[in-house]
């Protein structure tokens, strides 16, 4: 098979290394060479972060270039429109709906952009839109919103419900796998 | 049983399974996670020293003690610990000994992209460099044979994309391979110069050695699918030519990074028409090969900046360039920057309110300098704010010591701050030093280090008093401010300028991202008072914002820290 790219990207601190493990877990159950890259240090703090996610037969660069992207799933919107050019022709796009105002927007030296969700599909890109951080609060905290989004995932591909089980008991600490498990499903619905 | 590992991981999965026992190291992005994953394993012993000087020396005591050892640490740890590099290549071993060093191109989270090969070089040690996490943990198994048959302490060569990406491993058991026996031998270990002289013919010879060891490495591997390219790479680059060329190619992919080979390159470049060398930061590669008389072609394509990556080759190489729809708009930069609640923020607006000049340092504070705050004029490396403080004073005089502060983290100021603070009592500038003191190492990911009370482990440790080091440095005026209260914070930087003595603040408050520090609830903004006058933004709080003239505060990112309405003149933002 060839190789196929995801990428997650969102904001330093949003949880998008969780993510991309959970992701890399449930590919490598299900047999696959996978690799997925991530990026600690200074982004982590509240910069834009972005990991990429690989599998296939045999992977090569763990990194995704412009134009690579099977999907973009992505924690943020304005995020969702910067990493739009590494989506491949005919690519799909997964966001949340949360809005969070870089540095400049704050300081009033920028504006954030409108109608971003509208825009993207408007170029003719498949896009599925989530508002993962309520359904992260209603699932007890707005922390778990990059599990929500794992769940929106996990509806539109069709790995085994229990190696997504698996891999959620095996990335999240014991105290929040209940939290997880309920933001997960809700996802899940949310995406139908 | 396979896992999916990050390099790092894999790494220090390789130091648990090749027996080794003590490991020291100082952290940096993208090394720091080899040291905590190998502080989980029980058999290894696991420390933060206070920089990586003293981390590489204690790994080589524990060598000549008989053990294998390990120290890890970014590319510029290695300027810190080239001293006892430099000569550890001259006494060699008893144990093997490992170094880690994780270069960084493309600058994700350094102050320069510089090449750590050299280094290499230049002490004549063996480096290897491995490119996926599988072959991290190989290449450090490895590693330890090598440092042992030939004498020398070995570089494993990181780089940010293996470090931080996660591929399929295989474990093993551990081996456990007795203490070597450990004899007094000066002619080896006491490096004055009438045995160093004998330890340099000993470099020497090893190099040739170590030579000839590369022309036959089983790290070095031809992979030949015919055809008229070859291309000779090593590391994360490989990865980004085999994915870009495939089976069009034929690789030379060099696991031994330094020295190189002689024969192999040379046979290898025979074998085809056209030869290209990909290798990320400088030449090095490339001009081996070019002395050696091979026609190869690298910088002039991929340069000498940057990370190369597979789109990169396949545009160099194969003219192909992959179709991408862009954003129709402009999309706003999202900068890094401190937490909400981030105890520096009140201190860096004090000098920012003030315009004062500011020395800067590097950690979680460094982002003091970025928009709105903007309060930092310089920032070279660990440990300079201090001592190019005094420099600054010096040049200038009374003006600049009534004017400029230097600012250092907590960590950092153990690392190398502490010397250029002897300096200023020694020599006498009335400067004014402020250490921000978080109780942490933050940004490198919250180690602990000396002054926080706790080990690598977790466990209770002996704490530096921060006060009483100044005071026993020399300096008569030291004194701890709260940076949430920014009243405070603000006087004593006016009133330590003013002294004609040196002098330390301490600007102490834990990082807002540690579990035991607990939260108040988030602020609210009482619209009806807010004058939209946008005061508080000027404190660069993620948490704030502003939505139809009013500011508004972001209950999900808040956590409470009331600096926000010490700055409100209108009563606006309260609990
Ligand atoms: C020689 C060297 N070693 C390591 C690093 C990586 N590094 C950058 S900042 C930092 C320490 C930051 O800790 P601290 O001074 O306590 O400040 P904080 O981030 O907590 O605000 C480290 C280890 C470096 N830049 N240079
Ligand atoms: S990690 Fe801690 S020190 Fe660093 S920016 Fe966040 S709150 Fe500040
Ligand atoms: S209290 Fe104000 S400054 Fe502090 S975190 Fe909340 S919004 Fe930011």
């Known amino acids: ?192 | 049983m396979k896992k999916l590992m990050l390099g790092n991981a894999a790494f220090a999965r390789g130091l648990y399974e090749a027996g080794v026992t003590v490991v020291s190291s100082y952290p940096g992005t993208p090394s720091t996670e080899i040291t905590e994953f190998a502080a989980e394993y029980d058999e290894i012993y696991a420390e933060w020293a206070p920089n990586e000087k003293v981390a590489m020396e204690v790994a080589l005591g524990a060598s000549i003690a008989g053990s294998r050892s390990f120290c890890g640490m970014k590319h510029v740890g290695l300027n810190v610990a080239a001293d006892p590099l430099y000569t550890a290549s001259y006494t060699g071993v008893n144990g093997g000994m490992v170094i880690a060093v994780a270069d960084d191109p493309g600058m994700h989270s350094s102050q320069n992209e510089q090449d750590s090969r050299h280094h290499a070089i230049a002490s004549k040690v063996l480096m290897l460099e491995p490119s996926d996490s599988a072959e991290c943990k190989e290449f450090t198994k490895a590693a330890f044979e090598l440092s042992e048959k030939f004498d020398t302490p070995v570089i494993v060569r990181m780089s940010t994309r293996v470090a931080h990406s996660q591929s399929a491993v295989e474990l093993c058991d551990r081996a456990e391979p007795a203490q070597k026996e450990y004899v007094k031998d000066p002619q080896k270990y006491v490096m004055m110069p009438a045995f160093a002289r004998g330890r340099h013919v000993f470099v020497e010879e090893r190099t040739k050695k170590l030579r000839e060891y590369a022309e036959t490495s089983p790290l070095n591997k031809v992979i030949d699918n015919g055809g008229d390219i070859g291309i000779i790479t090593s590391g994360v680059s490989y990865q980004y030519a085999r994915e870009a060329m495939g089976n069009n190619a034929s690789y030379l992919k060099l696991g031994v990074v330094n020295p190189l080979p002689e024969e192999l390159i040379k046979n290898f470049c025979a074998k085809y028409k056209k030869v290209y060398v990909i290798e990320e930061l400088d030449d090095i590669i490339e001009s081996h090969c070019k002395k050696l008389g091979m026609n190869v072609s690298g910088k002039e394509l991929f340069g000498y900046i940057g990370e190369i990556s597979q789109a990169v080759v396949a545009e160099k190489l194969l003219g192909k360039k992959n179709d991408f729809t862009t954003f129709d708009g402009n999309v706003p930069v999202r900068p890094p920057v401190m937490c909400a609640g981030c105890p520096h923020r009140g201190l860096f607006y004090c000098l920012s309110k003030n315009k004062i000049r500011v020395s800067g340092d590097i950690g979680c504070y460094t982002l003091g300098a970025s928009a709105p705050l903007s309060a930092m004029d310089t920032t070279i490396c660990m440990g300079a704010s201090i001592s190019a403080l005094h420099g600054f004073n010096k040049a200038r005089g009374e003006e600049a010591e009534k004017s400029t502060v230097a600012v250092i983290g907590d960590s950092t100021f153990m690392h190398s701050g502490m010397t250029g603070l002897v300096n200023i009592a020694y020599n006498a500038t009335n400067s004014t030093v402020i250490i921000l003191d978080n109780s942490i190492t933050g940004m490198t990911g919250h180690q602990q280090n000396p002054t926080t009370g706790k080990n690598l482990k977790g466990d209770p440790a002996a704490a530096v008093n921060l006060e009483e080091l100044c005071k026993a440095i020399g300096i008569k005026r030291v004194r701890v401010v709260d940076p949430y209260d920014l009243a405070g914070t603000e006087a004593a930087i006016k009133e330590e300028l003013a002294v004609s003595e040196p002098s330390v603040i301490i600007s102490r408050r834990p990082c807002a991202l540690l579990k035991y520090v607990k939260h108040k609830p988030a602020l609210k903004v009482v619209t009806d008072n807010c004058k939209g006058c946008k005061m508080c933004l000027k404190l660069g709080c993620p948490a704030i914002s502003v939505r139809d003239g009013k500011a508004v505060i972001d209950h999900t990112q808040c956590v409470g820290c009331g600096i926000c309405s010490e700055v409100c003149k209108f009563g606006a933002i309260s609990e």
């Not at chain 1, 330093?12 to 240090?41: F, I, M, P, T």
């Not at chain 1, 690579?68 to 949340?96: C, H, M, N």
């Not at chain 1, 954030?112 to 890109?125: H, L």
């Open chain 1, 1 to 192: 098979m060839e190789t196929r790219s995801i990428m997650i990207v969102g904001v330093g601190g949003q949880g998008s290394l969780l993510a991309s493990r959970l992701l890399g877990n449930v590919l490598l159950a299900q047999g696959y060479d996978v690799k997925v890259s991530e990026v600690h240090g200074m982004s982590q703090r509240g910069g834009s972060v972005v990991t990429y996610v690989k599998y296939g037969d045999e992977v090569f660069s763990p990194v995704i270039e412009k134009g690579e992207a099977d999907v973009i799933i992505s924690f943020e919107q304005l995020e969702a429109a910067r990493w739009l050019p590494y989506l491949k022709k005919g690519g799909k796009l997964i966001t949340s709906t949360q809005k969070l105002d870089p540095m400049p927007v704050i300081t009033g030296n920028a504006e954030y952009p409108e109608n971003i969700i509208e825009k993207i599909k408007a170029a003719g890109i498949q896009v599925t839109a989530a508002d993962a951080l309520s359904l992260a609060e209603e699932a007890g905290n707005s922390k778990a919103s990059n599990v929500v989004l794992m769940g929106v995932v996990a509806a539109s591909t069709d790995f085994d419900d229990k190696l997504w089980q698996d891999a959620i008991e095996q990335c999240v600490p014991p105290k929040f796998l209940e939290l997880n498990k309920k933001a997960f499903e809700l996802g899940k619905k949310a995406a139908v």
